[in-house]
């Protein structure tokens, strides 16, 4: 009997690398919030996750076999930056409400916490069963 280490990790390795960027891209909202004309931005998580998960690959399966041809994109960026609607628009033309930032970013580290735990419990139960507990 085989182990699918790529079935068992594919989905945690996901979720925690789009958590991670979406991470930055929460606290680059944050830190710009006072900035003028700063457009707050994020990304829809689970059509990302979706996407990453039904071809964890990304572009990696794409190279570039003539000079003459375009570069295939780079397989990192799995998922689209979007710039977020402000509730009520300031005067000076930023998008940042600090309210919203703090409560997605809290609600992203919960979740970056729960998919550590969860894959911290899948490389548990496979310890147990290679030691045979």
Known sequence: MSI????????????LYLQARRTELLSSNLANSETPHYKAKDFDFKASLQAAVSNPLGNKLLKQTNSKHIQPEDSDYRFEVMYRMPYQASLDGNTVEDQVEMSAFNDNAIRYMAS???????????????RGD
């Open 4 to 15: 699918g280490f790529g079935q068992t990790f594919n989905l945690h390795e996901q979720a």
């Open 116 to 130: 550590l735990r969860f894959l911290n419990g899948k490389i548990s139960t496979l310890m147990s069963a290679i």
